[in-house]
Antibody, heavy 124, light 113 residues
Framework: QLQLQESGPGLVKPSETLSLTCTVS??????????WGWIRQPPGKGLEWIGT???????YYNPSLKSRVTMSVDTSKNQFSLKLTSVTAADTAVYYC????????????????WGQGALVSVSS | DILLTQSPASLAVSLGERATINCKSN????????????LAWYQQKPGQPPKLLIY???IRESGVPDRFSGSGSETDFTLTINSLQAEDVAVYYC?????????FGAGTKVEIK
């Protein structure tokens, strides 16, 4: 059974960089056609797609965050990562890593596996 | 960006009764080349990540009870929960993967009356 687990600091200061890593177990991110990605959910609010990465390093970001987001993949560790720069209080959210069941190109698909989520608060 | 509008925002249904949630897209989610609608439904219980229930508008994910069903095409979609159970209390989201950026509806909260 595929499992995903987020890790990283739970508190980040304004203007600094949020960094999270997702470790995948029960399957390999270096095979198959699926994407891997990140979704966030501010407390008490809805879901926002951040972006998606393929095993070859190809990335697809939400244009609303594109200028601040970088995703990377480390197939040797079966991990992928998220960096979000210049954070503000508006970036406070639960961040989920996901597997995206691919339905097309440009990162499109459904989210069939989710991590438990990591709450990241932005505060000084 | 594709906008998904869910209605109602919340609803209370008696145990054993039917719950109906709507999701309307501001553009068609139907790929005419393969006749597939690129819409999914998720269930999120408090303190948990969302769970994929339905994809391609009407296909139940493995392990999802058959009281959950999805229907609709192009711009109008429905998630129906037949014979509501206590464990179905949750927020339900629709999501489109017709085009990037991938977007979600705002959610519908289902409670027991």
């Amino acid at each position: 059974q595929l499992q995903l687990q987020e890790s990283g600091p739970g508190l980040v200061k304004p203007s600094e960089t949020l960094s999270l890593t997702c470790t995948v177990s029960g399957g390999s991110i270096s095979i198959g056609d699926d994407y891997w990605g990140w979704i966030r959910q501010p407390p008490g609010k809805g879901l926002e797609w951040i972006g998606t990465i393929f095993r070859d390093g190809s990335t697809y970001y939400n244009p609303s965050l594109k200028s601040r987001v970088t995703m990377s993949v480390d197939t040797s560790k079966n991990q992928f990562s998220l960096k979000l720069t210049s954070v503000t209080a508006a970036d406070t959210a639960v961040y989920y890593c996901t597997r995206t069941f691919r339905t097309g190109d440009l990162g499109r698909g459904y989210f069939d596996y989710w991590g438990q989520g990591a709450l990241v608060s932005v505060s000084s | 960006d594709i906008l998904l509008t869910q209605s109602p925002a919340s609803l209370a249904v008696s145990l054993g009764e039917r719950a109906t949630i709507n999701c309307k897209s501001n553009q068609s989610l139907l790929y005419r080349s393969n006749k597939r609608n690129y819409l999914a439904w998720y269930q999120q219980k408090p303190g948990q990540p969302p769970k994929l229930l339905i994809y391609r508008a009407s296909i139940r994910e493995s392990g999802v009870p058959d009281r959950f069903s999805g229907s609709g095409s192009e711009t109008d979609f429905t998630l129906t929960i037949n014979s509501l159970q206590a464990e179905d209390v949750a927020v339900y989201y629709c999501q489109q993967c017709y085009s990037s950026p991938l977007t979600f509806g705002a959610g519908t909260k289902v409670e027991i009356k």
